[in-house]
């Protein structure tokens, strides 16, 4: 915002001294394209930082998604080897049992 008004000012200031040399048309004419060009890098400024902005929340977003599914794959594959490790003590105890 401090770039925009310094920029506004100084372009004003500009056209001021341009203004003494010219047609009241010439300088309205200079004045509309000033105004649209200063609006025009304003809506680029602006969109560029919302673009940057969406850029690090989807990155951040696309790691937590990531470790989650991590996280649960972890969890998936120690419950299938708990699981299996009660198969193998229950055949190991049922085979001690059936041996006596």
Not at 28 to 38: G, H, L
Not at 69 to 77: F, M, S, T, Y
Request: hydrophobic share 35%; proline share 1%.
């Amino acid at each position: 915002m401090k770039k925009t008004t310094t920029a506004l000012a100084i372009a004003f200031g500009v056209l001021a001294l341009a203004a003494c040399k010219k047609s009241p048309n010439e300088q309205a004419a200079e004045n509309v394209e000033s105004n649209y060009s200063n609006a025009a890098e304003n809506l680029e400024a602006t969109t560029s930082n919302a673009g940057e902005a969406i850029e690090a929340n989807a990155e951040n977003a696309s790691s937590e998604v990531k470790a989650a599914g991590e996280n649960q794959a972890e969890a998936i594959k120690n419950e299938g080897k708990e699981k299996a490790n009660a198969i193998r003590n229950g055949a190991t105890t049922a085979t001690t049992n059936n041996s006596h």
